[in-house]
């Protein structure tokens, strides 16, 4: 998966706010829906398509979603 395809995909896990507002250097807990709920759908959405875990403590370790992209792909 590409940067793009994750970046497009992590937005799809938000209901409510706009896909525009998503880009690789998006600080995604600046987000007004980001909270645990969406945390644990990321952490659920890494796990089914990429067969990864990520802890909470990791995905809080991260700021922007490039950073969380990064990561994944170094696991």
Not at 22 to 48: M, N, P
Request: hydrophobic fraction near 45%; proline fraction near 1%.
């Amino acid at each position: 998966m590409t940067l793009d395809e994750f970046v497009k995909a992590f937005a799809a896990e938000f209901e409510d706010t706009p896909e525009e507002v998503f880009a690789a250097d998006t600080v995604y807990k600046d987000l007004e829906e980001w909270g645990s709920l969406v945390a644990l759908s990321i952490i659920s959405f890494i796990d089914d398509e990429f067969d990864k875990t990520v802890t909470g403590a990791e995905l809080r370790s991260c700021n922007t979603i490039k950073e969380l992209y990064d990561l994944v792909e170094s696991k």
